[in-house]
């Protein structure tokens, strides 16, 4: 079967830097999301990886090992406006996303 | 309109009754979806569309049922609402539905109970 793996929940301090990990077992990989999503809205995109190592973007990044069916996202700087979930997701062989749970992710001062 | 836009925001709805979810784009993306949301789950696919005329069952298809008669529209019927389907619906648009780079991006939601 397909399964994404995400933690449920992570605390952070503002400021701080916090690594969010995902790993996958999907039929077949056409690249790995992620989204971040705040408690009563919509999805967002924020980053994509289908080659293996490190995508930065300002103060997220993104890594993946496709031989170890695993990625994080990298938060740094945190901001009290970092509060939300962040989904995994992985395009699988027929080019649909197969989504983790979802980790939400709390900010305290 | 910029975007996705989905009506209505919430429902609340008695088991039995028929309810279309509606669902708009103005990005001119050939591909639609329609996920569910349900608390502890990830997104779960319940149909989509690749281009206009043509539609697919998604892994949660069972008790809806879709449309795309042009690109911007994309209904999602629930033809006989039973309390299972209480969840929060979002629709999303992609611009191919078959490349690997093909970002999703996701409508408001839809928040739907069934009592």
């Known amino acids: 079967g397909q399964n994404i793996d995400q933690p449920t929940e992570m605390t952070a301090t503002e400021g701080a830097i916090v690594q969010i990990n995902c790993t996958y077992q999907?039929?077949?990989?056409?690249?790995l999301f992620w989204y971040q999503q705040h408690a009563g809205e919509a999805p967002t995109f924020l980053s994509y990886?289908?080659l293996d190592g490190l995508e930065e973007k300002g103060r997220f990044s993104s890594f993946l090992s496709r031989s170890k069916g695993y990625s994080y996202l990298l938060l740094k700087e945190l901001q009290m406006k970092d509060s939300a979930s962040y989904l995994c997701?992985?395009?699988?062989?027929?080019?649909?996303?197969?989504w983790g749970a979802g980790t939400k992710l709390i900010i305290k001062p | 309109i910029a975007g996705i836009t989905q009506a209505p925001t919430s429902q609340i709805l008695a088991a039995g009754r028929r309810m279309t979810l509606r669902c708009t784009q103005d990005m001119r993306h050939n591909a639609m979806y329609w996920y569910r949301q349900d608390l502890g789950l990830g997104l779960r696919l319940i149909h989509y569309?690749?281009?206009?005329?043509?539609?697919g069952k998604g892994e949660v298809p069972d008790g809806y049922s879709v449309s795309r008669a042009n690109t911007d529209d994309f209904p999602l019927t629930l033809a006989s609402a039973v309390p299972s389907q209480t969840s929060v619906y979002f629709c999303a648009s992609s611009e191919t539905g078959t490349g690997g780079t093909d970002t999703q991006y996701f409508g408001p939601g839809t928040r739907l109970t069934v009592l």
């Open positions: 997701a992985v395009m699988d062989s027929n080019y649909q996303l197969i």
């Open positions: 569309s690749n281009t206009a005329g043509t539609t």
């Open positions: 999907t039929s077949g990989f056409n690249g």
């Open positions: 990886n289908v």
